[in-house]
């Protein structure tokens, strides 16, 4: 047996591997290693979750942003995004929407957004929660006070994500301006854990400067941390940041790496994500058959669509909430999995 294949089947027995084993194999992957591993990867998604795949709506409510991030179209400077914000009543109005197609769960996702105070976001947690208790509630905000999230998880929120982007200290660097780092990242990552939320961390592939060793500690990391999901996309440039000539990452790496997670995490929650679909017109497919079990479609208002562009050419900017679950469920349906209508939690 070649090397990879060694280390595949160290890491499914025993869920780890040194920094140097994860290093050999990221860097000695080969399309043989990655079926062996993809069929793996599908064995324990059965084991768990079967063939049913969990669908989350994601409401972009806001995309001002305090933040700066290098990678990111909806930054601080980007001079040309067209900012919006939704009132309350609309986003009440997309899950309203969501609810009536199926959906159990909504993703509340925005910037960095200072207008959103504290009691403001939890007004909406509870608005959400009141009208919808048998709906799963998570919120993708960045960071906040330990506090702050205390509060919102009372306020009947379930689940935050939080992508820790990458592990190490000094990437983290090259892709964040110099008030941002991974340790605080890190720490708002356990502080979500311990509050009690099933928390969701993740990280670009194939962001500017990445090497395996960073990957390594990307997958060591996520292992210390034993989050409920993990959100990996390729990088993709939007070009009006310093990263606009950048390569983007590859769906290959991408599906690898999903495999990979599923088994040494075999329960996690795994999205094929929206960057997986943009790059690959049957990258969100290619991404459930790697070992992924949650799809993410969108539920903003088409009109501000558009404009929670973080990155280029992103998927599904035209479509009513309504086309997304038809497709979603078409594309799922074509390689024998099904959408299912649930909350879609974590497996005990
Ligand atoms: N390419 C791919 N993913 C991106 N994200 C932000 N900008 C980009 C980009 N240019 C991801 C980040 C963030 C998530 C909401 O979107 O990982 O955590
Ligand atoms: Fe949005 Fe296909 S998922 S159009």
Redesign the pocket.
């Known amino acids: 047996m070649d090397k990879p294949k060694q280390l595949i089947d160290k890491l499914e027995e025993t869920s780890r591997l040194t920094k140097e084993e994860w290093i050999a194999l990221i860097e000695n992957r080969s399309e043989e290693a990655a079926e062996y591993l993809f069929e793996k990867a599908r064995n324990w998604q059965h084991q768990y979750y079967g063939k049913r795949v969990y669908t989350r709506g994601l409401i972009e409510f806001t995309n001002y942003c305090k933040n700066d991030c290098f990678?990111?179209?909806i930054r601080r400077s980007n001079q040309n995004a067209d900012r919006y914000r939704l009132t309350r009543e609309q986003i009440l109005e997309c899950c309203q929407i969501g609810y009536g197609l199926g959906f159990r769960t909504f993703v509340l996702q925005g910037g960095e957004d200072g207008w959103f105070t504290q009691v403001r976001l939890e007004k909406i947690v509870h608005a959400i929660r009141e009208r919808y208790p048998d709906c799963a509630i998570t919120l993708s905000l960045g960071e906040r006070s330990r506090e702050s999230y205390r509060r919102l998880f009372e306020a009947g929120a379930d689940r935050y994500l939080l992508?820790h982007?990458t592990a190490d200290e000094e990437h983290y660097r090259q892709l964040h301006p110099q008030e941002l780092s991974a340790a605080r990242r890190k720490q708002c990552l356990w502080d979500l854990k311990e509050i009690g939320y099933q928390t969701g961390t993740?990280f670009?592939v194939g962001s500017p400067g990445q090497t395996a060793a960073q990957l390594a500690e990307d997958l060591m990391f996520i292992r210390k941390l034993e989050p409920h999901m993990v959100g990996i996309?390729?990088?993709?440039?939007?070009h009006d940041t310093p990263f606009a000539a950048e390569k983007c990452g590859t769906v290959e790496l991408t599906l690898f790496l999903i495999g990979l997670l599923r088994i040494m995490l075999p329960k996690l929650l795994l999205p094929a994500t929206t960057?997986l679909g943009t790059i690959d017109a049957r990258g969100r497919e290619k991404g459930i058959l790697a070992g992924a079990n949650v799809v993410m479609p969108n539920l903003s208002p088409t009109d501000v669509r558009k404009k929670y562009e973080?990155?280029d050419n992103k998927i599904c900017t035209g479509d009513e909430a309504a086309e997304c679950r038809t497709c979603l469920n078409r594309r799922m349906e074509s390689i024998g999995y099904q959408l299912v209508v649930d909350r879609g939690d974590f497996c005990q």
């Open positions: 990678y990111c179209g992508r982007e993740g670009m996309g390729p990088f993709v440039a939007h960057a973080l990155y």
